[in-house]
Each structure stands twice: as structure tokens, then as C-alpha cells.
């Protein structure tokens, strides 16, 4: 199996929506605008971009006014609306591409300057029901006509949609039927068939953003429905093209298998929802939701997945809830990105997260009680954006967050996380208050006999890099030693082993 690439395993990534990015009344973001920003994200701490999806949208079922980035009419396509242009309606839509794909290769240039990766979103598992490979006249250099390539309602001519509430797109068929994924129970007639076209445009779609772009990997979109023996084949050949390439999954089902078929990550989000639990926990005493369960799904983690697992791990994203709205405060959403800072793995933010944003933009503008598009103010909340910049930097300078060992600390306290991050004789002990209703947290334990062998010839310190202060003094020859720590509520402490 091979390993993750040394690049993604010090990546801060940095999810953006493009068309949202960049926003003003009357336009949607660009590319441009993407390129004019790298500047301030790399300043933030990211080294590493996520563009949802950049292809055109469907127009047949559209949500909204705008339809869903995750609606796909065209896989190797640039999306008009991203493409900054004056007099756009003058021009021919194959001169909008061509401009849409010089802007876009110079993103994605100027990004490699800086030294930011870029990923883009790849939509496998559905499409638009207008998508060009179900248009009779759609040549073959586009993909051709293929309706085989779909599922389709029984006694109806129509493609089929994967989910009742995904109208909007229809599902693709690859020939494989997948475990657990709706609709296949009944139409599995439709899927024993020789897909291998499918997979080899697939495939093509992967590799052409690879060697036209240079883009540096993929967020697969709902991994867990598209078949594995699909994944082997295709991470495989992008990967004998660029061999850094990385490829992380959106997956809620299959985690193991997917990572096992080549995935070098998956999405985190048993943390996450064990976070959300957490904050009602802290709300309410509710003795179900305790903060030990989380020192056990992360031990559960790495025994379940071996030692090749990697996690994205978040605190919003697209799909969810601001942080600061979930947490209820920017102050109160700060132990948890902490938490999923230090953990192992690499952490996300969501564009506007640094600055406090309140609103999620929306899927489909205009829609199901969705707010419309708005602008983010990435210059509207300087004291958290430092913060962010702060907590980034600290984490990019320490070794033992780039992978290393992990070993929990005060293991029965309910509002407190603890543990201790190690690579080698780089040394962090991380302390998160939870609670935020309650008095200062009163912690007592031992110091791990790693952290005193290491202070054994001439003594130490424990330092909380967050604040700069010198918290423990370590003795030589120190054979054991007990410390206590008061945290106030909702603060965390990231205590350095300083040798003396």
C-alpha cells in the first residue's frame, strides 16, 4: 500500500466555494478573484485550496436560480459564471471556456508559486440530468452519447435520481452494485453489466484536470456509493501520472475500504458529529455525551483503520452549520478547532470561518428558504482571523502534529481533553476546556515517563506555546512527577517539553 504524500500530511486545507468567493451584488466570484486572494490565504496559514466544483451546472431540475455546484452538466467544462469577463454576453461559449481555462491555469500557477497545493471537487457518483453524455448530438471529444452510462426509472424514459431529494441530478452506473446505496436493491438487473467505458471516461475526466492543470488531487463527493474496484483502477492511473496526486473522500459508509483502494484520506466526521454531541453535552450534563468518548473513537480510529489512516477533520464545511453558530460564539468555537488541529490527520476551514462568518452560502440561491448569495468579509473580524493565523502557525512550526504518536491524559474527566502529541523528541501536551457554564477545571496527573526521560540530563520545562508562559518546571533525574493545571472555562493549553 502506498503512503501518503509528505506534503498532504503537513496540509492545512482550505475549502472554497468559487462562485461565492469574491461575490458582489450582480456577479459571482472568479477565478480572478480566487488568484487576487492567495496572497491573504497563504498569509492565513493555508497551504493548501479546495475548489468545489468548477465545471458548467445543469439547467434540467435546477434548485434555485443557480442551481448546485454539484450538478454537473459538462465534467471537462469550466463553468461561464467563473469566468471574469467584461461584455461576457459579446462573446461565443467557447470563447468564455477558453478564457474560463486560461484563468483557471492561472490560479492554479500562481497558487504553485506561493506554494499552495490545489484540489478540486470530482462528482462521481451523479451528474445533471442534462449532462452531455445524454445529449444525442454531444461529440465524441465531449464524451460522446452514452445512456447506457445511467440508471434509469423502470418504465419510464427518464433517468434515475440516486435520492428523492437529489432531483436535480441522476445517478450514474458503473456497472458494480454498491452496498447500502438506495435503489440498486431493485435495479440491480440494470447493473450487471460491462461498464468499462464508463470507467475509462471517468478516468479521463481525472486525468485531464491532472495533466492539462497540474492540480495537485481530488475530494471525491460521496466516495462510499461509487465502487471501489472503480477507485483501485482510477487512483492507480492518476497516480502513475503524478504520484504526489492526492485523493481524500467524502464517505460515510466503507471508510476502511476506501482508504485500503488507494484513498490517502477520508473525511473525520465521526469526530465531528461526536463534537456536536459534545457541545450539548457541556449544555446540559446529559451523562450520554461525555468528552472521554472522544479519546475512544480516536483510539477506535486507529486500530480500525491501521496505520496508513489519515482524517480530514473540520468544524464546518458546506454541508454543515457555521462553527460559530454551532457552538454558539466565536470564543465557544474555539476548543473544537483546536481539538481537530492537534488530533492526527489534516485539518479544514471553510473560507469566512477565520472571520467569524454566521452564514453558510447556500447550495441553491434562492431556494427552500436559503439566503441569497452574500459577500464575505474576510477583513470584518481582525482579533479572530489572528487567532486562526496564530493557532496555524503554531501548528505548521511542530513536528508532532505531522503525524508521530498519541497518548491520552486524565482519561475520567468529562469536560477535558487531554493527551500528548510525540514525533520523535518533538513534544506537545495538549489541554482543552470544554466547558464554558461552569468554574475553572481542576486537572492533576503524572507526567508521561517520555517527557521526563527526556528532561533526565539537565531538567526542563512545560511551556504553553499559545500564551509564551512557562507553566511546569521538570527536574533533573526526575524519576516521577505530578502536575495541576486550573483552566478557565473554554481555555486550552498546548504545553511544549522544553529540555533544559
Request: charged letters at 25%.
Amino acid at each position: 500500500m502506498a503512503s501518503v504524500p509528505q506534503w498532504f500530511q503537513s496540509a492545512i486545507l482550505y475549502q472554497i466555494y468559487p462562485r461565492v468567493h469574491g461575490f458582489r451584488e450582480g456577479r459571482f466570484g472568479t477565478f480572478v478573484d480566487i488568484e487576487h486572494d492567495l496572497e491573504r490565504i497563504q498569509k492565513l496559514g493555508a497551504n493548501t485550496i479546495w475548489l468545489m466544483p468548477i465545471q458548467p451546472l445543469g439547467e434540467v431540475n435546477r434548485k434555485g436560480l443557480s442551481g448546485s455546484p454539484y450538478a454537473i452538466r459538462d465534467y471537462k467544462g469550466i463553468s461561464p459564471d467563473l469566468v471574469a469577463c467584461d461584455r461576457k454576453e459579446d462573446k461565443t461559449a467557447e470563447e468564455v471556456e477558453a478564457l474560463g481555462k486560461e484563468q483557471f491555469r492561472s490560479l492554479v500557477q500562481a497558487a504553485h508559486q506561493r506554494g499552495i497545493r490545489v484540489l478540486m471537487d470530482f462528482v462521481g457518483n451523479h451528474c445533471a440530468p442534462d449532462n452531455v453524455l445524454l445529449d444525442p448530438a454531444n461529440p465524441p471529444e465531449r464524451g460522446g452519447y452514452h445512456p447506457e452510462w445511467f440508471l434509469w426509472e423502470p418504465d419510464r424514459d427518464i433517468p434515475l435520481a440516486p435520492e428523492p431529494e437529489w432531483w436535480d441530478t441522476v445517478d450514474l452506473n458503473y456497472g458494480i452494485a454498491v452496498p447500502g446505496k438506495p435503489n440498486y436493491h431493485r435495479l440491480y438487473h440494470q447493473v450487471d453489466k460491462d461498464k468499462t467505458a464508463l470507467w475509462t471516461y471517468m478516468i479521463s475526466v481525472l486525468t485531464y484536470w491532472v495533466e492539462e492543470f497540474d492540480i495537485d488531487g481530488y475530494r471525491c463527493d460521496f466516495a462510499h456509493w461509487v465502487p471501489l474496484e472503480f477507485w483501485r483502477d482510477a487512483i492507480g492511473q492518476v497516480k502513475a501520472i503524478k504520484k504526489d496526486v492526492v485523493f481524500f473522500a467524502e464517505a460515510y459508509d466503507r471508510l476502511k475500504e476506501l482508504l485500503e483502494s488507494g484513498f490517502d484520506a477520508t473525511y473525520a466526521f465521526d469526530i465531528y458529529n461526536q463534537l456536536k454531541s459534545l457541545h450539548h453535552e457541556v449544555r446540559s450534563n446529559d451523562p450520554y455525551f461525555e468528552v472521554p468518548f472522544i479519546k475512544d473513537k480516536i483510539y477506535w480510529e486507529a486500530n480500525y483503520y491501521g496505520e496508513r489512516y489519515m482524517m480530514v477533520r473540520y468544524t464546518e464545511n458546506h454541508d454543515e452549520i457555521r462553527s460559530v453558530v454551532m457552538y454558539g460564539g466565536e470564543e465557544r468555537s474555539k476548543p473544537p478547532f483546536l481539538l481537530a488541529l492537534t488530533l492526527p490527520g489534516v485539518p479544514l476551514l471553510y473560507a469566512g470561518q477565520e472571520a467569524g462568518a454566521v452564514i453558510r452560502p447556500p447550495l441553491f440561491e434562492g431556494n427552500f428558504g436559503e439566503e441569497a448569495f452574500q459577500s464575505i468579509d474576510f477583513q470584518g473580524n481582525e482579533a479572530l482571523t489572528a487567532w486562526y493565523e496564530k493557532v496555524l502557525a503554531l501548528r505548521q512550526s511542530k513536528g508532532c502534529f505531522h503525524g508521530g504518536e498519541t497518548s491520552f491524559l486524565i482519561p475520567n474527566n468529562r469536560k477535558m481533553v487531554s493527551y500528548l502529541r510525540r514525533k520523535g523528541e518533538d513534544m506537545i501536551i495538549v489541554l482543552i476546556n470544554f466547558a464554558f457554564d461552569s468554574p475553572s477545571e481542576e486537572v492533576e496527573f503524572d507526567l508521561p515517563g517520555i517527557v521526563l526521560q527526556s528532561c533526565w540530563d539537565r531538567g526542563g520545562q512545560l511551556v504553553d506555546i499559545l500564551e509564551g508562559q512557562v507553566k511546569v518546571q521538570i527536574g533533573s533525574h526526575t524519576v516521577a512527577q505530578r502536575v495541576a493545571f486550573s483552566l478557565k472555562p473554554l481555555q486550552s493549553l498546548l504545553l511544549e517539553v522544553r529540555k533544559g
